[in-house]
């Protein structure tokens, strides 16, 4: 980025702020990629200047439901699923081309998907590691165990077909302003940039206060009563799901405030590795705060 692009950049995200533009932000957690029931949720979010007020928590039937609201909304949806598989296993099974991995959402069942990187622990090896995983120090989207990562990835990447003619994916197509644009996000590595947990209902009270303190003072955080409502279970428990779709929501949200993501898909971001976004074209960028 240019110093001259860097300050229009900068004069845009300050008058964005003093204007108080209103965006509707979307979180989601994608954990029913396999079986939705109780599984898949969704965080609206409104941010207006430098405060994102959580407005509401809803949980999806069906998988269909989460492309319905992709589709009706254009608006940014920070997706919590992988969007891409490692550099490696991309040349080994896709011709190096994330186009291509798409393009085959359905030339393979569920089985016969897993069966094609073997039985991966974790991600502990790097061939089975994105640049963009070892920076939010995650697991591999191709891991079986101990939790099945590449389930999400199967049906994320259904997901992303379906969607892609009416959608921007970042940042893997071009920019389009009509539709919603879709964001890769990781809502493990906020709770722990935050210090706090998701099955603690105090969470919602701390939440505000400990972004400031850990993030950004200057960004304000709020969350309404429907939508505290909409993480708990029938005992009264935050479910833990829903909790995480919050935090898509946030790390969206505050990307957009603070790197203006959304207009400017060309250039690095601040938070990015050099390595990451080398690689990003085919394995694609985690979205985080910092």
Same mark, same amino acid.
């Given at each position: 980025?240019?110093?001259?692009? *860097?300050?229009?950049?900068?004069? #845009?995200?300050?008058?964005?702020?003093?204007?108080?533009?209103?965006?509707?932000?979307?979180?989601?957690?994608?954990?029913?990629?396999?079986?939705?029931?109780?599984?898949?949720?969704?965080? #609206?979010?409104?941010?207006?200047?430098?405060?994102?007020?959580?407005?509401?928590?809803? !949980?999806?039937?069906?998988?269909?439901?989460?492309?319905?609201?992709?589709?009706?909304?254009?608006?940014?949806?920070?997706?919590?699923?992988?969007?891409?598989?490692?550099?490696?296993?991309?040349?080994?099974?896709?011709?190096?081309?994330?186009?291509?991995?798409?393009?085959?959402?359905? !030339?393979?069942? #569920?089985?016969?998907?897993?069966?094609?990187?073997?039985?991966?622990?974790?991600?502990?090896?790097?061939?089975?590691? #994105?640049?963009?995983?070892?920076?939010?120090? &995650?697991?591999?989207?191709?891991?079986?165990?101990?939790?099945?990562?590449?389930?999400?990835?199967?049906?994320?990447?259904?997901?992303?077909?379906?969607?892609?003619?009416?959608? !921007?994916?970042?940042?893997?197509?071009?920019?389009?302003?009509?539709?919603?644009?879709?964001?890769?996000?990781?809502? !493990?590595?906020?709770?722990?940039?935050?210090?706090?947990?998701?099955?603690?209902?105090?969470?919602?009270?701390?939440?505000?206060?400990?972004?400031?303190?850990?993030?950004?003072?200057?960004?304000?955080?709020?969350?309404?009563?429907?939508?505290?409502? &909409?993480?708990?279970?029938?005992? &009264?428990?935050?479910?833990?799901?829903?909790?995480?779709?919050?935090?898509?929501?946030?790390?969206?949200?505050?990307?957009?405030?603070?790197?203006?993501?959304?207009?400017?898909?060309? *250039?690095?971001?601040?938070?990015?590795?050099?390595?990451?976004?080398?690689?990003?074209?085919?394995?694609?960028?985690?979205?985080?705060?910092?």
């Amino acid at each position: 980025m240019t110093l001259l692009t *860097g300050h229009r950049r900068a004069i #845009r995200l300050e008058t964005n702020r003093l204007k108080g533009e209103n965006m509707d932000i979307y979180g989601c957690d994608f954990s029913g990629a396999k079986n939705p029931e109780g599984k898949i949720f969704v965080t #609206r979010g409104k941010l207006i200047g430098n405060e994102l007020s959580i407005e509401e928590v809803i !949980s999806c039937e069906d998988r269909l439901d989460l492309l319905y609201l992709i589709k009706k909304t254009s608006a940014p949806w920070g997706l919590d699923f992988p969007f891409a598989i490692p550099m490696h296993h991309l040349q080994s099974h896709y011709s190096s081309s994330w186009a291509t991995f798409i393009q085959e959402a359905y !030339s393979d069942t #569920r089985e016969q998907f897993k069966s094609r990187f073997g039985t991966v622990h974790s991600g502990k090896s790097d061939i089975d590691l #994105r640049e963009t995983d070892i920076a939010v120090n &995650g697991k591999s989207p191709i891991s079986a165990t101990p939790i099945a990562m590449n389930g999400m990835l199967y049906g994320g990447r259904k997901l992303l077909f379906n969607l892609q003619k009416e959608v !921007s994916i970042y940042p893997f197509t071009s920019y389009k302003k009509e539709g919603s644009h879709l964001y890769e996000v990781y809502p !493990s590595h906020l709770w722990k940039t935050l210090h706090l947990k998701s099955n603690d209902a105090a969470t919602f009270e701390a939440m505000n206060a400990n972004f400031k303190t850990q993030i950004d003072k200057s960004f304000n955080l709020s969350i309404t009563p429907q939508a505290i409502q &909409g993480t708990l279970n029938a005992n &009264g428990e935050p479910n833990l799901h829903g909790m995480d779709s919050i935090m898509a929501c946030i790390v969206m949200a505050y990307c957009i405030f603070k790197y203006d993501i959304d207009n400017n898909w060309e *250039g690095c971001p601040s938070f990015a590795t050099e390595q990451e976004w080398d690689h990003s074209s085919q394995e694609g960028l985690i979205l985080r705060v910092k």
